[in-house]
């Protein structure tokens, strides 16, 4: 199918009005993130309406105009695992795509596999094969080849018909609210871990008291300062663990700090008077303007009656038609059992997810009636993969 190509900052601007005329937008975009600070956003494949089109973002200088289109109320956005593509749209104008329905989401709504990538998706709804030849592909390099033009741009091509064939499930199971709600949600998660706290999701961090996560946070802020002026990748100026390591050593001396296994490459080692002075910083704060510890960083191990629930969760999922990799994760249910076991009055946070919305219909409640007794477990079918059934006590005389 023929396409428009998008390779100029003019060609742009002429585009991006008839863009803001569609009524359903779907988009997929290529870009690298091995190198640099934030990724580099090389090419956006677009179906408008049934047109597609091709931006070369590696050609064009303010790709701006495009993302006011996009994150524009008057249009539904239709994307696959749309992460990357909600996070560029918020770095470029503040606001996410507006209408978005992400297929993937979609999917694990009506009971297919989550995350379910989309040639799979592909090939259970639409019964067709696409090539996924280009996967490895350094997008930066131009000029592209034909081959990889048609990759590109067929990775668009399916999102329209994909969303149909959801929404008609979706809409014979009752769903396309939950779809609504799934969609606000995920959003609101993707700017929170975009721009809010992000520091507390360094890994290895869950032994650290309150001094030790003031420590983190400041080590956090200097290593995002000094990736952002090199534009590196975080994780090649500073490890994880090598943040977690210094926070549990609570020392601002640079023979001590450079003492830790890890710290011996040359750059760290001139560095090392900063990242003292970023220790310093936290050693120095008042107890009472270091970080507290939100609910999902105490909740308590993986118990017996947390596996237990988790087992129960995917025979919940089987007979309701979702996917559970979308509904609920370990960490979900010992969040769960936190707030159950005392935590509801906490006001950090809102609740867990599987105490509000659609999961709460489907599981947390059904959680809180086994719990109390209301609700007893039966042994169904012990060959199946999921012996489990739920039967509701009588209630007595």
Request: charged share 30%; hydrophobic share 40%; net charge neutral.
């Amino acid at each position: 199918m023929s396409h428009l190509d998008i390779t100029t900052d003019e060609q742009l601007r002429e585009y991006c009005p008839r863009l803001a005329e569609a009524t359903t937008i779907g988009f997929d975009t290529e870009f690298v993130s091995e190198h640099t600070y934030r990724s580099r956003l090389c090419l956006v494949q677009i179906v408008a309406d049934g047109q597609p089109a091709m931006i070369d973002a590696m050609t064009i200088e303010d790709m701006t105009p495009f993302w006011e289109v996009i994150a524009r109320p008057g249009h539904e956005t239709i994307v696959h695992a749309g992460r990357g593509e909600v996070e560029f749209c918020l770095h470029a104008v503040g606001r996410p795509p507006a209408g978005m329905v992400d297929v993937q989401i979609a999917a694990g709504l009506v009971g297919i596999e989550y995350p379910v990538g989309y040639g799979a998706l592909i090939s259970k709804l639409l019964g067709e094969s696409p090539g996924k030849h280009e996967t490895r592909t350094d997008w930066r390099r131009r000029p592209l080849s034909r081959r990889q033009i048609e990759y590109a741009i067929e990775d668009a091509l399916y999102l329209q018909p994909l969303r149909d064939k959801l929404y008609q499930r979706l809409e014979s199971l009752g769903r396309l609210g939950w779809l609504r709600e799934e969609m606000q949600s995920w959003q609101e998660e993707v700017r929170r871990t975009l721009f809010h706290e992000r520091w507390r999701r360094v890994s290895g961090n869950s032994g650290l008291d309150a001094r030790a996560m003031a420590i983190l946070r400041e080590l956090w802020q200097w290593r995002e300062q000094e990736a952002e002026r090199r534009d590196m990748p975080v994780r090649r100026v500073l490890r994880d663990d090598l943040m977690v390591e210094m926070a549990r050593r609570k020392t601002a001396e640079i023979k001590r700090i450079g003492a830790v296994r890890g710290l011996e490459r040359g750059d760290l080692r001139r560095r090392l008077p900063e990242i003292a002075a970023a220790i310093a910083r936290a050693l120095a704060l008042p107890d009472e303007e270091c970080p507290e510890r939100h609910r999902r960083d105490q909740v308590p191990a993986f118990s017996v009656l947390g596996q237990f629930l988790f087992s129960a969760l995917g025979s919940i999922c089987r007979d309701a038609h979702l996917a559970p990799g979308l509904v609920g994760t370990p960490g979900d249910i010992r969040e769960w059992m936190a707030y159950r076991g005392g935590d509801r009055q906490s006001t950090d946070r809102p609740p867990p997810a599987l105490a509000r919305g659609w999961r709460a219909e489907v599981v947390g409640n059904l959680f809180d009636d086994l719990l109390s007794g209301k609700v007893a477990i039966r042994i169904r079918d012990s060959r199946s993969d999921h012996p489990l059934s739920f039967e509701r006590s009588e209630p007595g005389p």
